[in-house]
């Protein structure tokens, strides 16, 4: 397949173009390389696709629909993964109108590129935001998320109600992904397992909020992009069982679909410091602090859906994944 990936110099999307170039496909990657973080590391990634003489780059902007269409039209891709996006909850509090821009107004763009380029499949990122403050455990695809604590979390669900509208109007079949805490190898800099990972080895103290009261279920790296690539190759259909009078928030009477992804097992959040120290064999300095705006207590991924349709389920246990996280974070940054 040709497959375009928007945000390919991103954590999640280096991951998923490089299971895609491994099997055969041929990769467009976009990206706008912008500074919210430092960009050698995207950089880097793109050295690792660029090794593949199926992988082709083009720097740009989503929110330019010009841009955009002028991309589609030169390559004509059959399939589409969007993971382009402004991101980070804390980020939004001051910076909105970079999530306006890129995740609402960049999203349209695709969407009606997909439309105008009749491609087969839109896969798209959401998040494990957009449950809010549900407490209801785990979280479930049909439960009700109209209540985000976050204009991140807010610009997720938008997304997919966007997605809906071109499902049902133009049988665009679309398919969004609520991704779950990800980490890993090449992960960002503004991301806690960097933040405790850097300060642990720098000898800093690491900020713990809601003083390590929180869980999350962490998500490994390689479980997230394999999950992905497993639904690009499932392309949404309508639910023929779906009742109006009952609407399911995850399925459609149109070919749109939603899945959790993520290891459906919960971690206290000191233990995910504590599964740190022990990979590095260093205790950190805590410095415990309350809970942030646009924060949740925990997260639970209910992957049945995922599991039962697509026939995947995330399974890198929390003792492998960081061991794996902490060597590539002391190779890449060259720690001794």
Excluded at 57 to 81: L, S, W, Y
Aim: proline letters at 5%; one cysteine or more; aromatic letters at 12%.
């Amino acid at each position: 397949m040709k497959v375009l990936i928007t945000g390919c110099a991103g954590f999640i999307g280096m991951h998923v173009a490089k299971i895609l170039l491994d099997r055969g496909d041929t990769v467009i990657g976009v990206d706008n390389l912008n500074d919210y973080y430092d960009p050698r590391l995207k950089s880097a990634r793109l050295g690792e696709l660029e090794q593949y003489a199926e992988f082709s780059f083009v720097v740009g902007d989503i929110a330019d629909h010009k841009v955009v269409n002028e991309i589609f039209a030169a390559e004509n891709p059959q399939r589409v993964i969007n993971l382009a996006a402004q991101a980070g909850v804390r980020y939004s509090l001051t910076n909105p109108y970079a999530y306006i821009q890129t995740n609402l107004l960049g999203f349209g763009n695709i969407l009606e590129a997909c439309r105008q380029h009749s491609v087969e499949h839109l896969v798209y990122a959401s998040s494990s935001s957009v449950y809010g403050a549900n407490t209801h455990m785990p979280f479930s695809v049909h439960d009700n998320v109209d209540h985000p604590v976050s204009l991140y979390a807010a610009s997720k669900k938008a997304n997919e109600l966007m997605a809906h509208s071109y499902s049902h109007l133009y049988g665009l079949p679309t398919t969004g992904l609520r991704y779950f805490t990800v980490y890993g190898p090449w992960g960002r800099p503004d991301m806690s397992p960097w933040l405790f990972t850097s300060a642990i080895l720098e000898g800093r103290s690491i900020d713990v909020f809601n003083y390590g009261k929180m869980r999350r279920d962490f998500t490994y790296i390689d479980d997230i992009a394999e999950g992905t690539v497993r639904v690009l190759d499932k392309i949404a259909t309508a639910n023929p069982d779906y009742d109006n009078g009952r609407p399911d928030p995850a399925t459609s009477y149109a070919p749109f679909r939603v899945y959790n992804i993520g290891n459906h097992t919960p971690v206290e959040l000191l233990d995910f410091i504590g599964t740190i120290e022990r990979a590095l064999g260093m205790e950190a300095e805590k410095n415990f602090l309350p809970m942030q705006n646009g924060d949740v207590l925990a997260t639970c991924a209910d992957v049945e859906a995922l599991k039962n349709q697509v026939g995947f389920e995330p399974k890198t246990s929390l003792v492998s994944g960081v061991t794996r996280w902490v060597d590539w974070y002391k190779t890449y940054t060259g720690y001794m």
